[in-house]
């Protein structure tokens, strides 16, 4: 069975970054898309961004926050530059086996970073 598991969250100033990392484990197979989602308190959890395995990228929510994977490893990557008190918020890292087709196409989740931004 296929485990996500994230790591790099944390408190950051107004202004600051983080760097977010996801690992996946239980399977030697390369994943085809690999992205992240967060939830902010009291809203619906959203889509940040995603990369696919032959590296095509989509991003969602802003041009500070910067995708990438180590296909080999089967891990991604999300850079969050500038951040923001809004920003605030679970990050979870997703995967699956196919593209992207909406939540449900998601395979496997992981159970999320936090990351706390103060103003």
């Known amino acids: 069975q296929v485990q996500l598991v994230e790591s790099g969250g944390g408190l950051v100033q107004d202004g600051g970054s983080l760097r977010l990392s996801c690992a996946a484990s239980?399977?030697?197979?390369?994943?085809?898309?690999m992205g992240w989602y967060r939830q902010a308190p009291g809203k619906q959890r959203e889509l940040v961004a995603y990369?696919?395995?032959?590296?095509f990228i989509n991003s969602f929510v802003s041009g500070r926050f910067i995708i990438s994977r180590d296909g080999a490893n089967n891990a991604v990557y999300l850079q969050l530059n500038s951040l923001k008190p809004e920003d605030t918020g679970v990050y979870y890292c997703?995967?699956?086996?196919?593209?992207?087709?909406?939540?449900?196409?998601?395979?496997?989740w992981g159970k999320g970073t936090l990351v706390t931004v103060s103003s």
């Open positions: 239980g399977t030697k197979y390369s994943l085809n898309l």
């Open positions: 990369i696919t395995e032959s590296g």
């Open positions: 997703a995967a699956s086996w196919g593209d992207y087709d909406g939540d449900s196409s998601i395979d496997y």
